[in-house]
């Protein structure tokens, strides 16, 4: 079994699902255009898919702090590119948050996603596929191969399925995201001329990149990862993504695309150039810190669900860049907790919005309200994930946020008081919120007509909500899988930052 | 260098030529009846040229170095580049004419005269391709544009056809005579128009005379005009219009390669130790190119129109290779050029099938809602256009990703960021055709489409640039072994 391709048969399996549904599922051979058949398909193939990253994780070591299951292919051996994947500590979540999130965002479309069903699954699938290829790439090439390639299915995504302004939110996204994007292709092709190979694990041994370019460098990779994060100042194109998005759009892009813009801080700017990165770490905690309180107060203005959250998503990406940048143990498990705890209840938040958007197709916060009386399943639903947001003890955002203010004293006790105001704040709009939607007289008709969960989306909802009370509770069970790898990242950038200023 | 038999060395063209005097007989003597059969024939005639520069090529594994091999006493070379350009040429020349196959027909305008004419103008750049000196440069080069010119007005009965070849004719006759010009200057104050010659009085390191300078520079804006390089662009959108659509098809890919390939051969060929000269004014048209043909994209609403700025563009990446030059540069030039070149068709092979109630329709608009009307078409118009934008994992990536790999590598970091920046405007306007097709409702019904050669060419194409990532292997490689044999 151990010469079993298991990261490149999981990446390309959604692939071969897409080519399947786009090969023989004729539209016109069903009375429903093959929607049910599509659906059916789809849902199927990403259960595999994360039933091999359950494979995955069972037979990952987490004491081995190096890469496993390495697979590597001759690619292009002219110009050093190979064909080269790996999993560590750290990308083995970021593979299980893609293949968990997608199959609860097939079975949330079902319902929601009427036109072009067939299309829908084979976007979602491509997306999966890039975005396990993303978190399993040792390769540059090859990273940014997939890293770029999501931004064709989003597109589409948003712009086929989303709401009335998706035109410009898709521009926007895909224009904002390139821009970035080929700014860090430059500094790819910078560093392979001075590597002379595309390999990223040969780039993290080496350290003999000049400071000045480094810094250069680092500003190009920066570019990309800040737009992806995405930080403050750059995050005006989350918002509108966000929003006209459909819901599983929405999840995935909260869930698992942001995490790619965190995944290159880590891999890239932390493990490639450490020096850079703490050189300009004052700068990332300074944005980090903007971020968390200027997108809280942001989010308490917000008269739209999706865009409240869609902020309140831009202010726990800036506890992530914050953990990573103090540059303390705390720090970095903190960062990693919060990506995690991030992708579940944003994700789940983003469904629970979906589940009103597809019953009265408005996201305006005024046309909800007393909504508890006649949905109690729902809105208990919605208090574990608002709970969760906020950082109550005993839910998964409380470990993360806990530990990356931790980091945050450590390096600097300035820090943690800044960004304990964004806590602050997030209790305050996460409350209002649901104040607002499910609290207060039930005036409106068509709200109290409103059915309760049905059991396919109880089903969409039970796996996230146990995972955020499990992983709230009994933390140590993702901890304990990539903390030595983490450690190590730590020790390793510690030590370089240490010797440049000996 | 060794030489050969001429005839021997010249086998391709040599094979070309018979085959076109051969369909021109039939096309006098059976009339516009038989334009398919001549067509026939200029396809058979493109795959003899293609397999006898094959199987001389196995002939050569038997005589290790033999190339480069001249004839004529130096007017023509034959090399690894100068065959690999040919092919790429060719396979653009052939799928033109397939392209072509029921366009006249529907236009009601068949003439056999048209297959004949592409055979002649690829020969003319073959012959370009394979020039060792100014003479036989110009010969090819007045053969290619010739043709060009009477195919540019194919639609006699079209004023917009009739205005594009004059248009073309006049501002290409001038290139030409700027290019005649250069030429006699720089044979005036050296004394030859030998390509080797010139290279050697380059290499001796003793100063070069201001008049070659300024003949070099000559000859640089004339090749500049025919790839359609900013500031001598201005042609380029409005025949791309005017012209008939496989014709502008024909344009957009296998001249901008023989151009191509004659400015590599001149500036990294005997040019090559006088880049002081003009490397800032290739760097100027490549700046230029990439910047005009993004930004003047954005505001154009015909799709043709559209076309032309973005080959504007793409003769800025190509640019930059040249200004890289060294073995990465010449193979990413062939690596970007074979991609694009196919890419192109493609998008042009979609244009052909936009037809409402039998005519032609070509204003962006006309796109509308295609994903529901034509599904296939609109799936392979996307694939094309992400690819165009250099979107990964699509071919188009790879082939930006060599070009500027070259340029960093050869220290042009800055032009690599300005390539990167234009591509991002410029995948606006690709964009803007994706959005057209899917999130727009259907305004108009396009007819199915029924052409095979159309749909051989638009399927082969949209293929390629999916299954390109799979294995790119024998491209690099290949290209590899020539820009080294090259260089």
Redesign the interface.
């Known amino acids: 079994m151990t010469s079993f391709p298991l990261l490149s048969v999981m990446t390309f399996l959604p692939l071969a699902g897409a080519l399947l549904l786009f090969l023989f599922v004729k539209e016109g051979h069903y009375r429903d255009g093959g929607a049910r058949l599509s659906q059916g398909i789809a849902l199927a193939v990403s259960l595999l898919a994360f039933v091999l990253s359950c494979v995955m994780l069972a037979r990952f070591d987490p004491s081995y702090t190096g890469f496993q299951m390495m697979e590597s292919v001759v690619w292009l051996p002219s110009f050093g590119i190979a064909y080269v994947k790996g999993i560590d500590g750290i990308s083995v979540w970021f593979v299980m948050i893609s293949t968990i999130l997608t199959p609860l965002c097939i079975l949330s479309a079902m319902h929601s996603v009427k036109v072009r069903v067939k299309e829908f699954m084979i976007a979602l699938l491509v997306l999966e596929t890039m975005m396990i290829g993303t978190f399993t790439a040792l390769d540059f090439f090859l990273f940014y191969l997939f890293f770029e390639g999501v931004l064709i299915p989003m597109f589409l995504i948003i712009g086929v399925w989303g709401g009335a302004k998706r035109t410009y939110a898709a521009y926007k996204f895909f224009l904002y995201t390139l821009l970035g994007s080929v700014l860090m292709l430059v500094a790819i092709l910078v560093l392979v001329r001075h590597f002379g190979s595309t390999s990223m694990v040969l780039a993290m041994v080496k350290d003999s990149i000049p400071k000045e370019t480094a810094l250069w460098l680092w500003l190009a990779f920066f570019a990309s990862f800040a737009i992806k994060t995405p930080m403050w100042p750059f995050h005006t194109w989350l918002p509108y993504a966000h929003v006209e998005a459909p819901t599983a759009g929405s999840v995935l892009l909260a869930g698992v695309l942001l995490k790619m813009g965190c995944y290159g801080f880590i891999r890239i700017s932390l493990q490639i150039l450490p020096e850079a990165s703490h050189f300009f770490a004052p700068m990332m905690i300074g944005l980090s810190l903007v971020a968390i309180v200027y997108a809280s107060l942001v989010a308490l203005a917000q008269t739209d669900v999706k865009k409240l959250i869609a902020y309140s998503s831009v202010a726990h990406m800036g506890y992530v860049t914050l953990g990573l940048f103090s540059f303390t143990r705390q720090g970095f498990d903190g960062a990693m907790m919060v990506i995690l705890s991030h992708t579940f209840v944003a994700g789940a938040l983003f469904l629970c919005v979906g589940v009103i958007y597809d019953r009265l197709h408005t996201r305006e916060i005024s046309r909800y309200g007393g909504m508890a009386t006649t949905m109690p399943k729902y809105a208990t639903v919605f208090m574990v994930f608002t709970l969760a947001a906020i950082g109550l003890p005993g839910t998964s955002g409380f470990v993360g946020e806990f530990l990356t203010m931790q980091g945050a004293f450590e390096a600097n006790s300035w820090y943690a008081f800044v960004a304990a105001f964004g806590m602050i704040l997030s209790a305050a709009y996460m409350l209002w919120l649901y104040r607002r939607l499910f609290f207060g007289p039930l005036s409106k008709d068509d709200v109290r007509a409103m059915p309760d969960l049905t059991k396919r989306e109880m089903l969409v909802f039970a796996p996230l909500l146990v995972l955020v009370l499990w992983m709230g509770i009994y933390p140590a069970s993702f901890k304990n899988v990539y903390e030595p790898t983490l450690d190590k990242v730590l020790t390793v950038v510690q030590n370089k930052v240490h010797e440049v200023r000996l | 260098m060794i030489s050969a038999s001429f005839l021997y060395v010249v086998r391709p063209e040599l094979v070309l030529a018979l085959m076109g005097l051969f369909a021109f007989l039939v096309a006098i003597v059976g009339g516009n009846r038989v334009a398919r059969s001549v067509g026939f024939i200029v396809l058979a005639g493109f795959f003899f040229a293609t397999i006898t520069m094959f199987s001389s090529s196995r002939l050569e594994g038997l005589l290790n170095g033999v190339f480069p091999m001249q004839a004529f006493g130096g007017l023509f070379v034959d090399d690894a580049f100068a065959r690999l350009s040919k092919v790429i040429v060719l396979v653009a020349s052939a799928c033109s004419i397939l392209l072509s196959w029921h366009y006249f027909e529907k236009e009601g305008s068949s003439r056999s005269e048209y297959p004949v004419l592409v055979l002649f103008a690829t020969l003319g750049m073959m012959a370009m391709i394979s020039a060792g000196d100014f003479l036989s440069l110009y010969l090819g080069l007045e053969l290619q544009s010739l043709s060009l010119y009477i195919l540019a007005a194919f639609k006699r009965d079209d004023a917009r056809s009739s205005e594009a070849g004059l248009k073309y004719f006049i501002l290409g006759a001038l290139s030409s005579g700027v290019l005649l010009y250069g030429v006699s200057l720089i044979y005036g104050f050296s004394g030859t128009t030998n390509f080797d010659v010139l290279a050697n009085l380059f290499q001796s390191g003793s100063t070069v005379h201001p008049g070659v300078v300024v003949g070099l520079v000559f000859v640089c804006a004339a090749v500049a005009f025919k790839l359609s390089g900013v500031p001598f662009h201005m042609w380029a959108p409005d025949v791309y219009e005017g012209a008939p659509t496989p014709v502008t098809a024909f344009f957009a890919s296998a001249p901008k390669l023989a151009a191509l390939a004659l400015l590599v051969r001149l500036l990294l060929g005997p040019f090559a130790g006088a880049s002081v000269y003009w490397h800032q004014a290739v760097l100027f048209i490549a700046v230029a190119s990439m910047l005009w043909g993004a930004f003047a994209g954005l505001v154009q609403f015909n799709l043709k129109r559209l076309l032309a700025y973005s080959a504007i563009a793409n003769v800025g990446f190509l640019l930059v290779g040249v200004l890289a030059g060294g073995i990465d540069g010449v193979q990413a030039l062939f690596i970007y050029f074979s991609i694009y070149a196919l890419n192109i068709l493609g998008a042009f092979a979609v244009v052909l099938c936009l037809r409402r109630k039998g005519k032609e329709v070509e204003s962006l608009s006309d796109l509308a809602g295609l994903s529901r009307t034509n599904p296939l078409l609109a799936l392979g118009m996307a694939v094309l256009m992400?690819s165009l934008a250099g979107?990964?994992?699509l071919a188009g990536?790879f082939g930006k990703?060599?070009i500027?790999?070259a340029a960093?590598?050869h220290g042009l970091?800055f032009l690599?960021?300005i390539g990167?920046?234009s591509?991002?405007v410029s995948?606006?306007y690709y964009?803007r055709i994706?959005?057209i097709m899917?999130?727009d409702e259907p305004l108009i019904r396009i007819d199915p489409m029924t052409d095979w050669g159309v749909r051989l060419v638009l399927g082969g194409a949209a293929l390629v640039m999916v299954a390109f990532?799979f294995m790119?292997?024998p491209l690099?490689?290949y290209t590899?072994k020539v820009a080294h044999e090259f260089v």
Do not use: E, G, Q
Request: net charge neutral.
């Open positions: 992400f979107i990964p994992p990536f990703y060599f500027f790999l960093v590598h970091v690599a960021v990167m920046l591509s991002v995948a606006y964009l994706v959005k899917y999130f990532a790119p292997a690099v490689d590899l």
